[in-house]
């Protein structure tokens, strides 16, 4: 059977197209072909790690909404309330190991070198714990202090910190985590490097994130935008799926080893 080069979409029901192997041995043969492939991953690529996703079963913690704790605003209101928040996830993401998806990045590193580039919304660190070295950090580091008053960074690796919310020990100052919550801009560099790599992309993996967080989920319009066959792995359909060549129902950690294994 010769599969469509595009628009492939493959549901749970397997109501449209094909069936999962041949999506998956389509973006096996696409990966195989391509020299340069820009991954963007979210908090569903951690999920099998043991590591809470935002949105969706077991996204929230406590009655809260992400976009009511991970912003300036609350944490000026309530600084005890959004370090609760980060201390209970630090301690989670203390206890978590890289999972099979997080390796299957490795490997195609390995492979592609200075080709792969992976930008991250994730604040875990499980890439680099895999091994991954061409991670780029689009919403910071769950690790990382930033002082409120002098500005200074420390990284602390306590979970649980002993004292919520943190102060700094120079200025008295509250720290605040060192990630980026709503309203705050990207790291330039990091954006510039993403959209660079989204004009150069042959191939766009989309690993478990629901794709609604800007600007992160412009990256792999873009690189649909300059040509790229963008392949999209998510539990379920996203605000992404109908627009991309590809897009393929289950966990990043059983299915991205099968496309990235033998796939060069
Ligand atoms: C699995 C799975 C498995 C589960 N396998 N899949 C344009 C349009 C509209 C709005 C905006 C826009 N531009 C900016 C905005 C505003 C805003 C925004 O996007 N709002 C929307 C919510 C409407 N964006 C911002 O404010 C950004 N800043 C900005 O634009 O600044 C501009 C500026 C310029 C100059 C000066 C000043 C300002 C900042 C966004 C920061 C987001 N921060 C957070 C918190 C980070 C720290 C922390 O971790 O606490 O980032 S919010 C949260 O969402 C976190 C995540 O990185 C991000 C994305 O979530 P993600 O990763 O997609 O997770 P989930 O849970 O949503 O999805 C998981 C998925 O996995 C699900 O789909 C599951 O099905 C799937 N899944 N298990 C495969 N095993
Ligand atoms: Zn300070």
Redesign the pocket.
């Given at each position: 059977m010769t599969l469509p080069e595009a628009a492939t979409t493959i549901t749970r029901l397997n109501v449209r197209v094909q069936t999962l192997p041949e999506g998956i041995a389509r973006a096996r043969h696409w990966l195989a072909e391509a020299r340069r492939v820009l991954v963007l991953?979210?908090?569903?690529?951690s999920?099998?790690s043991g590591v809470p996703?935002?949105?969706?079963?077991g996204?929230l913690w406590r009655q809260f909404r992400?976009?009511t704790?991970?912003t300036p605003e609350a944490f000026a209101r309530d600084p005890k309330l959004v370090w609760e928040?980060?201390d209970w996830?630090r301690q989670r993401i203390a206890q978590a190991q890289p999972n099979p998806?997080h390796y299957a990045l490795v490997e195609l590193e390995q492979r592609l070198g200075d080709g792969f580039a992976l930008f991250?919304?994730?604040?875990?660190g499980l890439h680099e714990r895999a091994g991954s070295q061409r991670v780029w950090r689009?919403?910071?580091d769950?690790w990382l202090l930033r002082c409120t008053g002098c500005g200074r960074q420390e990284r602390n690796l306590a979970a649980p910190l002993p004292v919520l919310p943190p102060r700094c020990d120079r200025c008295g100052a509250l720290f605040r985590?060192g990630?980026?919550?709503?309203?705050?801009?990207?790291p330039a560099d990091v954006l510039d490097a993403a959209f660079a790599a989204a004009r150069r992309a042959e191939v766009c993996l989309v690993?478990?994130?629901?794709?609604?967080?800007?600007?992160?989920?412009?990256i792999p319009q873009s690189a649909l935008e300059s040509g790229a066959r963008v392949v999209e792995?998510?539990?379920?359909p996203?605000e992404l799926s109908d627009r991309v060549h590809l897009s393929l129902r289950?966990?990043?950690?059983?299915?991205l080893p099968q496309i990235v294994q033998g796939a060069g």
């Open positions: 991953t979210g908090a569903g690529c999920a099998e996703t935002f949105r969706g079963a996204g992400p976009e704790l991970a928040w980060y996830r998806g991250t919304q994730n604040v875990d689009l919403h910071g769950i985590p990630v980026v919550w709503f309203g705050e801009p990207l690993l478990g994130t629901s794709s609604v967080v800007y600007p992160a989920a412009r792995i998510n539990l379920e996203t289950g966990r990043t950690g059983e299915l």
